[in-house]
């Protein structure tokens, strides 16, 4: 299930976020529709919640691209 946040290019954050957010909503009481879903060009797909730190999306036509998050791992680094 990706719904489809229509014209980002034009909202602020906040208004992406709500919309974000009432589509996320809407999908847990199973009220998307297949216009909700369809035309998609761009997908981020956060797996970070689920402790996985690398994954390979997969791109769904007839989007061009997509981008995989995974988990923030603090690891130790060297200064020199």
């Known amino acids: ?12 954050i906040r208004e992406i976020d709500a919309e974000i957010r009432a589509l996320t909503e809407k999908a847990r009481k199973g009220g998307l ?4 879903m369809a035309n998609g060009t761009f997908t981020i797909t ?3 919640f689920a402790d996985i730190d690398l994954f390979t999306p997969i791109i769904r036509p007839p989007e061009s691209s997509i981008l995989g998050v995974g988990r923030i791992v603090k690891k130790p680094w060297v200064r020199h």
């Open 46 to 48: 956060n797996l970070g």
């Open 33 to 36: 529709t297949p216009d909700d």
């Open 1 to 12: 299930v990706v719904p489809v946040v229509r014209n980002p290019d034009t909202k602020g």
